[in-house]
């Protein structure tokens, strides 16, 4: 279903269905998913249609702006580095495209939304919260409900540590899709308490295309992407 669509088109499976349909000028967008409808005249020329997996924080709106992925702790000896394969969930946005400018026509996921609190009241944030197994290789998945992260972390302490978590800012993240969808990220171990995680700009199979990210789309500046600090602890 992910690709740019100049014409027509329709995709249907037992949780979603999405077409547009209809003359240039009087189109209708339709999507059905997980029960939720939503129906839209488009009465302009729409050029492109693009459909691809965005920074998966944005349902319900404005909620959370980070990702946390919570796995079976992974211990790591001082000055080693490693790679371990992380799941999370994805969401689908639906772009119209003309002249290089993008506007956001629908959101939607598959996937079960759930949320947590990172840190304490005072000084955490909200978070978009996800169970994932760890994987040495690249483990298989539905690319339309989740996708995989390549999690590559170091341990530049002077002790063994122990990590059971990774938190992601949502203006860091990098998408990519094709056969997966992925993103490929690092952690840097501090101690026990303090790591930074960040993404790196490059797909995970050389195959894969680089999404519409929501802040270009939105035309949100941007002044750095410097990662997040995980202050609240990693495990």
């Known amino acids: 279903m992910y690709g740019t669509y100049n014409e027509n088109f329709s995709y249907e ?4 269905t999405l077409s547009i349909s209809g003359p240039a000028g009087n189109r209708h967008y339709t999507r059905e998913c997980s029960g939720k409808s939503v129906r839209k005249n488009l009465v302009s020329d729409i050029g492109s ?12 709106d404005g909620l959370a702006n980070h ?10 000896r001082p000055g080693d580095e490693q790679v371990i394969y992380l799941k999370f969930p994805v969401e689908t946005a639906v772009f119209l495209e003309s002249g290089g400018n993008y506007d956001v026509l629908d959101i939607f996921s598959l996937a079960t939304t759930k949320y947590s609190l990172y ?7 909200i978070t978009k919260w996800y169970r994932s197994g760890v994987y040495t290789a690249l483990p298989e998945t ?15 302490g002077s002790g063994w540590v122990e990590v059971s978590r990774a938190v992601f800012q949502n203006i860091d993240m990098h998408l990519y899709y094709g056969d997966i969808v992925s993103m490929t990220a690092v952690m840097e171990i501090w101690n026990p308490k303090l790591a930074r995680t960040s993404f790196l700009h490059r797909p995970l199979i050389t195959t894969l295309t680089p999404s519409v990210e929501l802040y270009t789309a939105r035309k949100i500046p941007i002044v750095q992407r410097s990662g997040y600090i995980m202050e609240q602890g990693i495990s």
Request: net charge negative.
């Open 142 to 156: 539905d690319p339309l409900r989740e996708g995989v992260i390549e999690l590559r972390f170091g341990n530049s």
């Open 119 to 125: 840190g304490q009241p005072e000084t955490g944030c």
């Open 67 to 76: 990702l946390e992925i919570s796995f079976d702790p992974v211990v790591i």
């Open 49 to 60: 249609i693009i459909i691809n997996p965005v920074e998966p924080v944005n349902l319900p």
């Open 13 to 16: 499976d037992p949780d979603l």
